[in-house]
């Protein structure tokens, strides 16, 4: 009987999957790029792919007209974040195995309509660099959508850093990233502007800020956790983000320090060039020494994005000393949004490159993000769909990061009107805009499906409630107010 279990039938049959960096030189502008050029950092940071004229000369005529009109439609009309793809992330896009699962064979295809589609679907493709045709045009943005969505820049104990949850920041070192990822949730202020979105930019010189920063962590003992992150702390200088670290690692209340990087996926050249390894296994000493927990937290979409490199990555910080490397997804159509995309993705990390699936969250309600972002109810879904495959460890939580509130797992929920695709939440601590006499426990904090997700009752009732000084108001008063409050505003 025993050997019978191997032959049944489960909803998700599991396998190991080699890691495959793919082959480069399929792309004609880079037919001529030796493998010393393409691991060497300084290589793939300079020949970044910035604009539409760029991708025209790497792809060759692989990609049709309509595809290049479609993406510059976009960047004028559409898309918060500029274009800014390293060749690592570009290469993980149709690479030969994703090809051949469209039926076309084993190698690339010559120019024509084929490849185009196949580029188009691409789950990488998709989130990274997003065409006018894949946005909604019946709903673009959420009517409630905002460029600050979690509201952040409310909750700046200093410029840059968040004090969002009783014993936790977010320092924000720098503005700039590796790479641009469409769905980023801090669109107001990362990168550069776009014609869609005239970037924040931040007041005080990083020395002064880090300064503070630093200050105020001191000065404020319940804070134990400090994430690291900007932008990407990547494209930062390592001494200057050694120097930082070093003098958080002097605080003694500080147990634990996270250090947020896309780029250990978008470009693992960064994290395996010698100085940096070096780099952080001082670093890592320094916090074992000092009793203080440092992990990599990074953020992989698509099992296609796990490569031998990322793997290399991912292993070299952990034998540098990091104690963790963690992935931090989001969850988005088109993308990873079915229960074979998310667990062939967990897989991946885990077996390919040491990386514990930690979070995927629901996308933020920023602007023209609904053709990424999912509904409550399909979340919850998914957390029950990926349950049992996994070590518990290594099962990530589904979360939804509600204004105002912070990260809640996606069954956390107290009220939800499917029908309007209205979420209510509860927490249970005050975050650091609000005054000692706020009943934070029993008010009630609001979350919105995408309306095209909704029955159609649900979508009628947001078309006669979408002007902008009404969903103002009925956001305030989700917000602010409890569930039964919140409703009758919305009535």
Request: glycine share 6%.
């Amino acid at each position: 009987m025993a050997g019978m279990t191997a032959k049944i039938e489960q909803p998700y049959r599991y396998r190991q999957q080699e890691l495959v960096e793919p082959d480069w030189t399929r792309f004609p502008g880079w037919a001529d790029v030796s493998a010393e050029q393409w691991a060497d950092v300084q290589w793939q940071r300079s020949h970044c792919v910035k604009n539409v004229a760029q991708l025209h000369t790497l792809m060759g005529g692989l990609l049709s007209e309509d595809f290049y009109t479609d993406l510059e439609r976009d960047q004028r009309e559409r898309a918060t974040m500029s274009m800014l793809l390293p060749p690592q992330m570009l290469n993980t896009m149709v690479s030969e195995t994703t090809w051949a699962q469209h039926g076309r064979g084993e190698r690339m295809p010559s120019p024509g309509e084929a490849f185009t589609a196949a580029f188009r679907a691409d789950p990488v493709r998709r989130y990274m660099l997003p065409v006018f045709s894949d946005r909604r045009t019946d709903w673009p943005s959420h009517p409630l959508a905002s460029r600050d969505s979690l509201h952040e820049h409310d909750m700046w104990a200093t410029e840059g850093l968040t004090h969002r949850y009783p014993t936790k920041v977010l320092a924000e070192l720098l503005p700039t990233c590796p790479q641009y990822c469409g769905h980023c949730t801090r669109m107001d202020l990362v990168g550069n502007s776009t014609p869609t979105v005239v970037k924040l930019k931040m007041a005080g010189k990083p020395v002064d800020r880090q300064q503070a920063m630093l200050d105020y962590i001191a000065a404020t003992p319940t804070v134990r956790d400090v994430v690291v992150s900007g932008g990407d702390v990547a494209n930062m200088p390592w001494k200057n983000l050694e120097a930082f670290l070093d003098r958080l690692l002097q605080i003694e209340t500080v147990r634990d320090v996270r250090l947020a990087t896309k780029a250990l996926m978008g470009l693992p050249q960064h994290w395996l060039a010698p100085d940096t390894v070096a780099g952080v296994a001082r670093v890592a000493e320094k916090a074992r020494h000092q009793g203080v927990g440092l992990a990599i937290h990074t953020h992989v979409n698509s099992a296609q994005s796990m490569t031998p490199l990322v793997a290399r990555a991912s292993r070299a910080m952990l034998e540098a000393g990091v104690r963790d490397v963690r992935n931090q997804g989001v969850l988005m159509r088109g993308v990873n949004a079915s229960t074979t995309e998310l667990l062939d993705l967990c897989f991946a990390l885990a077996d390919g490159a040491s990386i514990t699936p930690y979070y995927f969250y629901m996308c933020d309600m920023i602007p023209f993000a609904e053709h990424w972002r999912v509904s409550l109810r399909q979340a919850q879904h998914l957390q029950h769909d990926i349950m049992g495959y996994l070590p518990g460890f290594a099962t990530p939580r589904i979360v939804c990061d509600v204004p105002f509130v912070g990260k809640r797992w996606v069954h956390q929920v107290d009220d939800y009107d499917t029908e309007r695709g209205i979420s209510l939440w509860r927490k249970n601590y005050r975050t650091s805009i609000e005054a000692d006499d706020v009943d934070v426990t029993s008010a009630e904090y609001a979350y919105y499906d995408p309306i095209d997700t909704l029955p159609a009752a649900g979508a009628d009732w947001w078309r006669r409630h979408s002007d902008a000084q009404r969903t103002h108001e009925v956001a305030a008063a989700a917000a602010a107010t409890s569930r039964e409050a919140s409703l009758a505003q919305l009535v």
